[in-house]
């Protein structure tokens, strides 16, 4: 079982890496959110800033953006992972295989996700080079680093059962991100309704669960909240392609 | 045949909706058997391939490798099935040695056979010097032969084989049919194929099928002996005699000329009469050119049983 997904998780990343397309996102992210800490670095350096913490405005700020970056560019990664194997064929050499379903959606889950980590050791570097001139406090860091990680696997498993809907990564790409990003700005979609409906909504949004692991406030629900969301589109991806060789 | 029986296909059938593909398919295939898979374009050829070797599932019945279900027991079952669908399943992005690597492992070839399965499997299909190529550069015929070898690398008891000639020249089609020879003295092989002298050349049964259902399951030497249609053969003649002429020599059935010079003769099989015309085109200066054979019996079993489709079969070169 843990054989088969590493497997698959490692041809996965393999292939990733083989063309450009992971590079050059790994490049893009890194330049935008380097600007974004700059200006935020900057900000902190006004006088009239310096009653919050260096943590507060520079750390938590960027991890935020990056949660916004992420949300444009996770698309664009997860497009391909269903997709791809069904128009290359593929798709038939791994069901033929003596792999289960199950380990096939873990293994492209498990995959995706270690390429998400890695582009956010890549982004981690920058709060982590202010650690050579001042005290951060690693805490709030923690907590704000498992928000984003917590945050991007939600995505990759939204990204995942929606690729495993189509074979046009195109098609898979521009669905996931309007799914994304209506869960993302739900909560304010909510505002005008009734106040039980608006707290339905706010609960809704991805948004929220992550601002607050951001403040460095660990709640237990916000990180139940994104295993439910990762759990329930990967039993999701399973059922999907497990009915598509009894209907497809 | 006592040998054991590797694939045994039980009512099978399967619908695409309201679409039937395929309706109460069964049959056995032995170890050390090679069976052909024959029918038109849209028969359910690649369904019922594709469900024994479980990427479909099947509405009804059921689909045993090697002693387990397809269905019930999928892992033990998939280890023994090597499978080539109609387009090869390969990864344009890796070269030939990582993706046998890989297709390898999933197979399950634990790390120290590793090595020599990859070697071997590409040493049978004659991938030696291509190992370390991106498989999006090699030529059409390559990429079939990658497709083979991710079937057999493992070894399996099973090997299915959805059309493997096709995009091979002439060579390379010799190549794979010694390999496929050499592999089924001790593997079950299906193939699929267009191709009605690639079955007589390869084959030890045949299984026709048409519009989802079974139309024969013969083994080809029955088939050979047990054609209800007289033989036929082609002549060309640069001056040919009266029809009635023709008539007149022993074993001749009937004569129907295709164009000027070229004539189709129908004549029982025990008859001696293809000497006799030849001799008689000699004597009476007719100025012989061709003498080619006719539909061999197969083509004409086919066409027979697949009365209506004919038009989608693509023309066997044999008859050339």
Redesign the interface.
Same mark, same amino acid.
């Given at each position: 079982m843990i054989n088969?997904i590493s &497997?698959i998780a490692a041809?996965e990343l393999?292939?990733l890496f083989?063309?450009p397309l992971a590079w050059v996102i790994l490049a893009v992210v890194q330049f935008l959110i380097a600007i974004f800490f700059y200006l935020l670095l900057s900000q902190y350096m006004q006088p009239s800033a310096a009653a919050s913490g260096l943590t507060d405005v520079v750390v938590s700020g960027m991890y935020q953006i990056s949660g916004v970056v992420m949300l444009l560019v996770s698309p664009l990664l997860t497009m391909r992972l269903i997709t791809e194997e069904r128009r290359?064929?593929?798709?038939?050499? &791994?069901?033929?295989?003596?792999?289960?379903i199950t380990e096939l959606v873990l293994g492209k889950y498990v995959g995706i996700t270690i390429f998400y980590c890695l582009m956010l050791f890549m982004i981690s570097l920058m709060p982590a080079s202010l650690m050579i001139g001042t005290q951060l406090d690693l805490g709030q860091i923690a907590s704000a680093l498992i928000g984003v990680l917590l945050l991007m696997s939600a995505f990759a498993s939204i990204g995942l059962f929606i690729s495993s809907l189509t074979s046009s990564p195109a098609i898979a790409a521009i669905s996931t991100f309007g799914v994304l990003f209506l869960l993302w700005i739900i909560n304010i979609a909510g505002t005008n309704a009734s106040e039980g409906m608006a707290e339905v909504f706010a609960y809704m949004s991805l948004l929220k669960h992550y601002s607050s692991l951001l403040t460095g406030v660990f709640n237990s629900t916000d990180v139940l909240f994104y295993i439910i969301v990762s759990v329930f589109f990967i039993i999701l991806s399973i059922w999907r392609l497990d009915a598509e060789?009894?209907y497809? | 045949m006592e040998s054991e029986i590797l694939i045994s296909v039980q009512q099978l059938s399967r619908f695409y909706g309201q679409q039937k593909a395929i309706e109460n398919v069964s049959f056995d295939v032995h170890r050390g058997e090679i069976l052909g898979f024959l029918g038109p374009n849209g028969a359910g050829k690649s369904t019922t391939m594709?469900i024994i070797?479980?990427?479909?599932?099947a509405?009804h019945g059921s689909v045993t490798i090697a002693g387990y279900d397809i269905h019930e027991t999928?892992?033990?079952a998939?280890?023994h099935?090597g499978?080539l669908?109609e387009?090869?399943?390969?990864?344009?992005?890796?070269t030939v040695n990582?993706y046998l690597n890989?297709?390898a492992?999933?197979?399950?070839i634990n790390k120290d056979g590793l090595t020599e399965a990859i070697n071997l499997s590409k040493e049978r299909c004659g991938l030696e010097n291509v190992g370390s190529r991106l498989i999006e550069n090699l030529s059409k015929g390559y990429k079939q032969r990658v497709g083979i070898a991710?079937a057999i690398i493992h070894s399996p008891s099973v090997i299915i084989l959805d059309e493997p000639t096709s995009g091979l020249d002439p060579i390379q089609i010799r190549e794979i049919r010694e390999l496929m020879r050499e592999l089924s003295s001790d593997h079950s092989v299906i193939l699929s194929t267009h191709i009605l002298s690639e079955i007589q050349s390869l084959c030890d049964r045949v299984l026709i099928i048409n519009q989802g259902h079974i139309v024969l399951d013969q083994s080809l030497d029955q088939l050979e002996n047990s054609s209800d249609k007289p033989d036929s053969i082609e002549i060309g003649l640069r001056n040919p005699p009266a029809l009635e002429s023709l008539l007149g020599i022993e074993g001749v059935a009937s004569v129907e000329s295709i164009n000027d010079d070229t004539l189709r003769i129908n004549f029982s099989p025990e008859s001696n009469m293809i000497a006799a015309i030849v001799e008689k085109a000699v004597s009476d200066n007719w100025g012989l050119f061709k003498l080619n054979p006719g539909d061999t019996s197969l083509e004409a079993t086919f066409m027979r049983l697949t009365h209506g489709d004919n038009e989608q079969l693509e023309k066997d070169e044999s008859a050339a």
């Open positions: 088969n &497997l041809n393999r292939r083989k063309s290359l064929g593929t798709i038939k050499l &791994l069901i033929s295989s003596p792999i289960s060789r009894t497809g | 594709q070797c479980g990427v479909l599932a509405n999928p892992r033990l998939k280890k099935i499978f669908p387009q090869p399943p390969l990864y344009n992005d890796l990582e890989y297709a492992k999933l197979r399950g991710q």
